[in-house]
Nanobody, 121 residues
Framework: QVQLVESGGGLVQAGGSLRLSCAAS????????MGWYRQAPGKQRELVAA???????NYADSVKGRFTISRDNAKNMVYLQMNSLKPEDTAVYYC???????????????WGQGTQVTVSS
């Protein structure tokens, strides 16, 4: 069984920083794109940042210059460094990945359970 587990969420004041981590575990052959999404109350889930296996990144306009996505392929980890946090960044943050497992099993869009980020003003 392959799963994603996020960590690092919490409560922070506006202007502060948090670092989210996501660990992929299980019978993993390779991991393609990985990304972070977020969902605020009453809103749709939205892409925050994504990174390819080769390190190419993509960011939502609202977080450009403040958030940085990175990954450690050897450890099957993806990170989201969030700086200059704003109250509007408050949401549940989800890790997402496209994973190829052994024995031909593939997960085109696997989700973690989410981690809460709350930014107080």
């Amino acid at each position: 069984q392959v799963q994603l587990v996020e960590s690092g969420g919490g409560l922070v004041q506006a202007g502060g920083s948090l670092r989210l981590s996501c660990a992929a575990s299980g019978s993993i052959f390779s991991i393609n794109a990985m990304g972070w999404y977020r969902q605020a109350p009453g809103k749709q889930r939205e892409l925050v940042a994504a990174i390819t296996s080769g390190g190419r990144t993509n960011y939502a306009d609202s977080v450009k210059g403040r958030f940085t996505i990175s990954r450690d392929n050897a450890k099957n980890m993806v990170y989201l460094q969030m700086n200059s946090l704003k109250p509007e960044d408050t949401a549940v943050y989800y890790c997402n990945a496209a994973i190829s497992g052994y024995s031909g099993r593939s997960y085109s869009s696997l989700w973690g359970q989410g981690t809460q980020v709350t930014v107080s003003s």
